[in-house]
């Protein structure tokens, strides 16, 4: 067995203290539980995995991503597995935690201005794959991305609750988790809701993006989302410390953003079983102000 062979098949657990409705059951699939922290473990691997084995990869290239942390931090683990050089671009505001994470699996990390935001990462990397000698895998458009999450999140989620689970509830990024477990749960019961989270209008939470069209992801298809509730900072962040305190489950901003959305849909319906994505861990943001409020 190797570290990759960790990746996936993370539990998940039921809300008992914060849930609003008991004919509803709510759970969290804790992808903290990932060797590398996250649920973004599953498309690093998946998206390194199938460059290789296409060998779409030159033996002089580096990899280089654009990354908001999560992503990074996978990559920056799997890339050295495949003995991987890579370059991982990140606007400057990312919490510390995750800068260190990255450069301790040996990852070099570039941090653009704040004010561009993710999407001056995405140019800068842009910009310097196309000078040669680098491979960007591109999460926002990598059929590898969402594939991942078809193959096993999607699975897991229908296996996990014996195949009762009404609705699935994702914080929306790259669109790969809610694309790919779209795909699989639809397939197996077109009933099944899907039900992706985003920013309201100038809220700024980590992982959560609310896309202007030019930097939509490629990969993102409208018909698989059934539905998308927009989430306030305040909101994720009081979610993230409810669930902190009152579930013990410790998990990041986009957590609670999902967690809240989760809520919400929760004291709309008279019954059902509601799946959560957890999609870290909670010690990324401690040097943050997310807790201790």
């Not at 998206?47 to 942390?69: F, Y």
């Not at 008279?270 to 807790?291: A, K």
Request: hydrophobic fraction near 40%.
């Amino acid at each position: 067995m190797t570290i990759l062979d960790l990746v996936g098949n993370t539990p998940i657990v039921e809300l008992n203290r914060i849930n609003p409705n008991p004919n509803v059951k709510i759970y969290g699939k804790l992808e903290g539980h990932n060797p590398g922290g996250s649920v973004k473990d599953r498309a690093a691997y998946s998206m390194i995995k199938g460059a290789v084995e296409r060998g779409e990869i030159e033996p002089d290239m580096k990899l280089i991503e654009a990354t908001s942390g999560n992503t990074g931090i996978a990559l920056a683990m799997i890339a050295r597995l495949y003995n991987l050089d890579i370059e991982l671009v990140m606007p400057e505001n990312s919490t510390r935690e995750r800068v260190l994470t990255m450069e301790a699996f040996g990852a070099k990390v570039i941090l653009t201005p704040a004010e561009e935001g993710i999407e001056g990462s995405r140019d800068y990397a842009e910009a310097q794959m196309k000078k040669g000698g680098y491979f960007m895998l591109d999460q926002f458009g990598n059929a590898d991305n969402y594939l991942a999450h078809y193959r096993s999140t999607g699975p897991e989620i229908w296996n996990d609750t014996n195949g009762e689970v009404t609705h699935f509830v994702s914080s929306m990024g790259t669109t790969g988790t809610i694309m790919g477990t779209s795909m699989y749960l639809k397939q197996q019961n077109p009933k099944v809701q899907i039900v992706g989270c985003q920013p309201t209008e100038g809220s700024k939470i980590p992982g959560i993006r609310r896309w202007s069209k030019e930097y939509l992801p490629m990969i993102f298809d409208a018909a698989k989302v059934d539905r998308i509730m927009d989430i306030s900072e305040t909101e994720a962040r009081e979610m993230a410390n409810r669930l902190a305190k009152e579930e013990a489950i410790f998990g990041g901003m986009s957590s609670g953003g999902a967690a809240a959305a989760a809520i919400r849909l929760a004291q709309e319906l008279e019954s059902g079983v509601i799946v959560f994505i957890v999609c870290d861990r909670g010690d990324r943001y401690l040097s943050s102000d997310l807790f201790g409020q």
